[in-house]
């Protein structure tokens, strides 16, 4: 039996594709927030915080990403006090990184979240 097994992780290179990915999405819309993206640890890749977004908004992407790899799930279930906006990202059915959003609109939120996980080929959220 090996004593180490393979294990994918989402590179700088691709969060940076996500976050890139974010950013023009909500410049299309004129929204103002942050875009997180983390490994699959929930550790931090990649970070950003457009003009006009509120310093609020930036603990909750993080917190979104980061409870997104944590758990494998999006964000914004029953009960869940962070609301939408976090997504694990899945390449061939592992977990390989997560990405947070917050604009201060939750369906906004899942919208670019949605859209920077779109720009990795083959990713999913399940």
Request: charged residues 20%.
């Amino acid at each position: 039996m090996a004593d180490t097994v393979p294990h994918a992780r989402l590179s700088h290179s691709g969060a940076l594709k996500a976050l890139n990915a974010a950013v023009r999405r909500a410049g299309e819309v004129s929204a103002a927030g942050v875009a997180a993206v983390t490994d699959d640890s929930g550790r931090l890749l990649a970070f950003v915080r457009l003009d006009g977004s509120s310093s609020l908004s930036a603990d909750i992407a993080v917190d979104r990403a980061t409870r997104a790899a944590a758990l494998g799930t999006a964000t914004g279930g029953e009960g869940d006090p962070l609301g939408p906006g976090g997504l694990p990202v899945f390449l061939d059915g592992g977990l390989v990184g997560a990405i947070g959003i917050d604009t201060g609109d939750a369906p906004l939120d899942l919208d670019i979240a949605r859209t920077a996980l779109a720009a990795l080929p083959g990713a999913t959220e399940a």
